[in-house]
């Protein structure tokens, strides 16, 4: 299986080919940390992130070798299992820089970014905050559930006493595919997703929109990740027909080719009419409200990941759609969310309940710390 080496130029987990699971866990620095804890705590995570997505079980003696009358430095669920392409990710959020109550809690206030604030509300949010926020963020993904799943438990475990878990979600199902070596996967409404997304053969257009250039010295080359749990109105979707489904989105359901004609990867023609002169790819379509040329020219690399956690009091299932996106500027996702919200068919269907931004520090040297420059 897979390896992704963890000290890179960029963090891993953004173009890399999305791995088919996720744990994202977004974490709230815990009260007394202080800088110099925050910073002990990033160099720690460091460490026992790279040992992971190398393979390894993390501490000096791992899961099994270390004293008989100590708790084992790593939980151990993982061993004997490959890497599976796990890759961490490190995020940090607004809250971090100045606090609910204005507190500058590490002296970084003055670095932030002035992008990286609280996204605003857009119509139709029904954010909770218990499922919105955070002052850190990790995204572990791995084609094995468990390895994604004691990578997260092990950072938490590490953080104990510095920092706690604020919201998690777990994914299975990535809904994009970030390689051209990929088949195209399908969300829970059944269409291809990811099909006009930003590959890890463009570098060209990751260079333009996804990686920050017009930051501060520590982001240069990071980028920032916007996370928002969209619930799926299953029940009422499944009630839908067909042409109605396509409508929604302007794309055939068997192929994903756009409903101006052509296969998979045919380019949209907005233009182009049917019966009644009325188009073929409707003005509440959403790849017509989601598309560059509707958004001057903003794109953005999705990586977001189905789930299904339960059901809810009503016996509805609470499912949907776990949407990750990075972008260099959070602004560009604000432009096309605000688009979205206003006009998308989609909106009938899903429902935002949460919403959370990251400033992604670029990769880390041999040797630092995830977002070293920063400090
Ligand atoms: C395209 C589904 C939410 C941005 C698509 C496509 C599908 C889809 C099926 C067409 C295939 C493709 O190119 O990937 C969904 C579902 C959503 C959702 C089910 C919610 C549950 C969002 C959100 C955004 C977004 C919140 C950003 C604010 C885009 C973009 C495209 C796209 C940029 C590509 C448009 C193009 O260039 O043709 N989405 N989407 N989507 N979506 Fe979404």
């Not at 995570?45 to 008989?68: K, N």
Request: aromatic letters at 10%.
């Amino acid at each position: 299986t897979a390896v992704y080496p963890f000290y890179q130029e960029h963090q891993a987990g953004i173009v890399t080919p999305a791995q088919d699971r996720l744990h994202f866990a977004a974490f709230d620095v815990s009260a007394g940390t202080t800088r110099a804890g925050l910073i002990e705590l990033l160099r720690d995570w460091t460490v026992a992130a790279a040992a992971m997505a190398a393979g390894r079980d993390i501490g000096d003696f791992g899961a099994v070798s270390g004293p008989y009358d100590a708790p084992p430095e790593d939980t151990g669920e993982a061993l004997g299992l490959p890497a599976s392409g796990l890759t961490i990710t490190f995020g940090f959020g607004p809250s971090l820089f100045e606090n609910a109550d204005g507190v500058d809690r590490f002296g970084i206030r003055a670095r932030r970014p002035e992008e990286l604030t609280e996204l605003p509300h857009f119509p139709g949010d029904m954010l909770e905050p218990a499922r919105s926020g955070g002052d850190l963020c990790i995204q572990a993904c791995a084609d094995d559930p468990q390895v994604a799943v004691h990578a997260i438990r092990n950072l938490s475990r590490i953080a104990f006493g510095r920092a706690v878990i604020r919201w998690s979600q777990l994914g299975f199902g990535r809904t994009s595919s970030t390689s051209t070596s990929q088949a195209t996967p399908r969300n829970l409404f059944g269409f291809k997703d990811g099909t006009s997304n930003i590959k890890a053969e463009e570098p060209d257009a990751a260079d333009g929109h996804v990686w920050v250039r017009d930051g501060p010295a520590w982001l240069a080359g990071g980028s920032y990740l916007v996370a928002r749990r969209i619930r799926m109105t299953i029940e009422t979707w499944d009630r839908t027909i067909l042409r109605e489904q396509e409508a929604v989105f302007g794309r055939n359901k068997g192929e994903g080719a756009p409903l101006s004609g052509g296969t998979e990867f045919t380019t949209p023609d907005f233009a182009l009419t049917g019966r009644a002169d009325l188009p073929l790819i409707g003005a509440a379509a959403h790849v017509r409200l989601a598309h560059p040329s509707r958004n001057e020219g903003i794109r953005m690399l999705r990586r977001g990941y189905n789930f299904v956690d339960g059901t809810d009091a009503l016996g509805r299932l609470d499912a949907g759609l776990f949407f990750i996106s990075f972008q260099s500027n959070p602004e560009h996702y604000t432009a096309v969310q605000l688009n979205l919200a206003r006009h998308d068919a989609l909106n009938e269907y899903i429902r935002h309940v949460g919403s959370a931004l990251f400033a992604v520090p670029p990769g880390t040297a041999h040797g630092s710390y995830v977002g070293s420059a920063l400090f």
